[in-house]
């Protein structure tokens, strides 16, 4: 028993020794629970984007608009014309929208319940039933506030008890909301949100991983040395490299959409070509990141130890698993560096609404650029790592 205590308690020393170990049993775990706790532990603000298309202009409408101008969590677009709305519509750039008819003032003064059609996009159910709450819950609060005011009156005329001032507590309502789906947005449903994350799960893993790992592995087996003796530049390795790690994610992409199709029955667009672009262009943005640490870092376990937690991090601020809005707001910030979450926020743009990439031109040219400086620079600091190795 004595033993097999010692061998344990060597065992245990030589966990302490290593650093590697000690991040993925201790260090991990706790800043995987704090990011949980951060995205899912409440108190996040989400912020939704509502058009109101005002035709009323009385007193009554605007003091609808400003009730919702004081929320922090509406972001009010006042909406001119139809054309517009449509436009905005078209773009996504609403995630609700509110036309305030004409007479409504005149209905509500008068004392008459006053109809409010409210139309919710419905292409995210997360995002559209969040906005649904949220606006159900500032026109119940408007509610509450001109039910105060009758109440007061009644109660000053004084014609009526206590009970019946109950009973039109409960029956009262100023506005009624109607919930319409905006006309033209399909339901997405979770399992195509999910199919489309993992496709930009690829950028990540396929890509940066697989091109930090093909650098170092062959440096630590050596084999860089007899690449180097053959006529090959550095820069001819580094581009075969890439070609590599991308036609890893195209395969990886084919396999996701050849096994996801049939078996889940997504309703999505399939526009191949514009598909094949944002894909290429989101996996090199995670191979020129990979090529980056594999020459940042001196070991081979340090570059694929920090690729692989790089990798499990960024998932949670791309919008894999679930939508961006459910971010607090200060890591949703972060998102807006990452390359990739724009790589797939177009892919799921393509496949859920059928848009083209000429339409999402300005994270197409960010991407491109960012690129090709990632790569200048990581293809200049590899090849002089290259040039180091004595061969």
Same mark, same amino acid.
């Given at each position: 028993m004595k033993r097999i205590f010692y061998i344990a308690k060597y065992e245990m020393k030589m966990l302490f020794k290593t650093k590697e170990v000690l991040f993925w049993n201790i260090a991990?775990?706790?800043?995987?629970?704090?990011?949980?706790?951060?995205?899912?532990?409440?108190?996040?603000?989400?912020?939704?984007?509502?058009g109101i298309y005002d035709q009323d202009n009385t007193q009554i409408s605007n003091t609808i608009i400003d009730i919702f101008n004081q929320t922090n969590v509406t972001n009010i677009v006042l909406?001119?014309?139809?054309?517009? $709305?449509?436009?905005?519509?078209?773009?996504?750039?609403?995630?609700a929208y509110i036309i305030i008819p004409k007479g409504l003032g005149r209905n509500v003064t008068s004392g008459y319940q006053a109809i409010l059609n409210i139309y919710i996009d419905n292409s995210d159910p997360n995002i559209?039933?969040?906005?649904?709450?949220?606006?159900?819950?500032?026109?119940?609060?408007?509610?509450?506030?001109?039910?105060? %005011?009758?109440?007061k009156f009644i109660e000053g005329v004084g014609n009526f008890n206590k009970t019946m001032i109950e009973h039109m507590r409960a029956y009262a309502e100023t506005l009624k909301p109607l919930f319409k789906p905006v006309k033209g947005t399909e339901k997405v449903e979770y399992k195509e949100f999910i199919l489309t994350g993992i496709i930009g799960y690829g950028f990540l893993f396929s890509s940066m991983v697989t091109a930090t790992a093909s650098i170092v592995n062959e440096r630590k087996e050596g084999t860089l040395k007899r690449l180097l003796l053959t006529p090959l530049k550095p820069i001819e390795i580094l581009v075969g490299k890439t070609f590599s790690a991308l036609f890893n994610t195209l395969i990886y992409t084919f396999l996701v959409l050849a096994i996801g199709i049939p078996l889940l029955q997504p309703k999505i667009h399939l526009n191949i070509p514009d598909l094949?672009?944002?894909?290429? $262009?989101g996996s090199l943005s995670g191979i020129v990141i990979g090529l980056l640490i594999s020459a940042i870092f001196r070991t081979t376990e340090g570059a694929q130890g920090f690729a %692989?937690?790089?990798?499990? &991090?960024?998932?949670? &601020?791309?919008?894999?698993?679930?939508?961006l809005e459910m971010l607090p707001s200060y890591l949703r910030s972060l998102s807006n560096y990452i390359p990739m979450t724009y790589a797939l926020n177009v892919v799921r743009e393509i496949l859920l609404y059928g848009d083209s990439i000429i339409m999402?031109?300005?994270?197409?040219?960010?991407?491109? $650029? &960012?690129?090709i400086i990632l790569y200048g620079i990581g293809g200049i600091i590899l090849s002089r790592l290259l040039k180091t190795i004595e061969v």
């Open positions: 991990f775990p706790i800043i995987l629970m704090l990011l949980f706790t951060a995205i899912f532990g409440g108190g996040n603000t989400i912020v939704i984007n509502v909406i001119q014309n139809n054309e517009t $709305l449509y436009q905005k519509l078209s773009q996504h750039e609403l995630d559209a039933d969040i906005s649904k709450g949220i606006i159900k819950s500032i026109i119940d609060g408007f509610n509450n506030k001109t039910r105060g %005011i009758y109440e094949i672009i944002i894909v290429v $262009l %692989i937690i790089i990798g499990i &991090f960024l998932q949670w &601020f791309i919008g894999i698993w679930f939508p999402h031109i300005q994270e197409t040219i960010y991407l491109t $650029l &960012f690129v």
